[in-house]
């Protein structure tokens, strides 16, 4: 089947069978490999994107049923050359260590500061509870989405 | 895994949805697809269809009225915390939908998926259960409307014939002044309840309680009510004895099952804990 929806801004036209998920459709068919898949059954939320604005996993949506929506991608949320406010306060924080869990936490952030840049230390952790992390901890990665949060007050979404 | 393979349609209407439904054996729906997609993930579900009902926007609202609360099939847990109204228009709805699953899942998944689903310990089929909800659905030979009690038949069981599709589920009418409490224990926010209760009951001038309604999740086949529980409260002052004696009632009146979360006797006693934190609650004591 034909499936035609808009990535970090682009329009792409993909045929792929109706079993292929929007996470494989992603990494195989258009080659961005930053969306990583963990379980494949919705439980690491490694595979986190945007479907227009809001955080889902890729991995329980088909590709499919993303025709005429706009996906962003760990990929559509980053720089080319400096890095991001998030991900400078990811860095700076220590917020990753192997960094496979890291597209799903930066994804799921942006989704949630975009909403609710004045969100408490409470929220940040009820909200990240649906994303794994096997190696830091969370610490971090709390300090750095809290620290983040300035950078989305502003009317450029953090973009800059 | 990678899921096994099947034909997808995605149907502009609801009679279409249903032909398809009808004229293919092991067609599936899929709205969310939050519990559908992990099922097919683990080949537990296999179905040779999916008949998608995203386009149906007609099963999308929240409606509220002078009979109750009308939750559209397609109703996200997202929509549902979003609308303010629902503090005051039914708040055990509000409340226990701040239990269910993650943040990411909460953009997907559906009331109707929920409910066709039947999880034991899923919050919308325990509410359902609790509040006397009924359940509309279409099928080839027209609509229906079915109670909740006779909804739900165990684990993952429901009455729905293999060419109908919920579109709407609705919660009777929640008067101003009706006490109620949701206790649910799991691990980790979000994750499946070991243990919930759902509870309301209304006070009489004379302060005494009447019409309880206590409704239990994640113990046994499916969400079911604490009838014994429901008769310590009826008729009396929810005070700080009582609150104890229903606990006790709790205990004795679940049958729950051991696995890998918890053993069946550490499960009887937290529901009656939850039932004691949920009178709290609900006395505001």
Known sequence: MSVTFEVNGQSVSVDVEPRLTLADCLRHKLRLTGTHVGCEHGVCGACTVLVDGEAVRSCLMLAVQAEGTKVTTVEGLSNDDALTPLQQAFRKHHGLQCGFCTPGFITTAHALLSEEPDCDADRVREVLSGNICRCTGYIGIVDAVLEARAAYRRADGGQS | ?285
């Open chain 2, 1 to 285: 895994m990678k899921l096994p393979a099947f034909e997808y349609a995605c149907p502009a209407t609801l009679g279409e949805a249903v032909a398809l439904l009808a004229s293919n054996d092991d067609a599936k729906v899929v709205a969310g697809g939050q519990s559908l997609m992990p099922m097919m993930a683990f080949r537990v579900s296999q179905p040779t269809m999916l008949v998608d009902l995203r386009k149906l926007s007609d099963l999308r609202g929240i409606r509220i009225g002078e009979d109750g609360v009308r939750l559209g099939a397609l109703v996200r847990w997202r929509d549902i915390e979003d609308d303010a109204r629902l503090a005051q228009a039914h708040p055990l709805l509000a409340a226990a939908i701040e239990h269910v699953a993650h943040y990411q899942v909460r953009n997907r998944g559906t009331v109707g998926g929920s409910v066709a689903h039947a999880d034991p310990a899923a919050e919308m089929p325990g509410i359902a259960m609790a509040c006397d909800a009924e359940i509309t659905v279409a099928g080839k030979d027209g609509t229906r409307t079915i109670a909740a009690e006779e909804f739900f038949v165990g684990a993952l069981t429901t009455v729905l014939e293999p060419d109908e599709i919920i579109t709407e589920v609705k919660l009777p009418h929640w008067p101003a002044g009706r006490r109620w409490g949701f206790q649910e224990f799991a691990r980790r926010r979000g994750d499946f309840a070991m243990s919930g209760i759902a509870l309301f009951y209304d006070v009489g001038a004379d302060g005494k309680a009447a019409n309880a309604h206590v409704g239990v999740i994640g113990i046994g086949e499916g969400p079911h009510r604490l009838t014994a529980v429901e008769t310590v409260i009826n008729g009396r002052v929810v005070d700080a004895a009582l609150i104890v004696e229903a606990g006790v009632a709790a205990t004795k009146a679940v049958d729950p099952q051991d696995d890998i979360h918890a053993s069946a006797a550490y499960r009887r006693s937290l529901t009656g804990t939850l039932v004691e934190r949920a009178l709290e609650h609900a006395a505001a004591l």
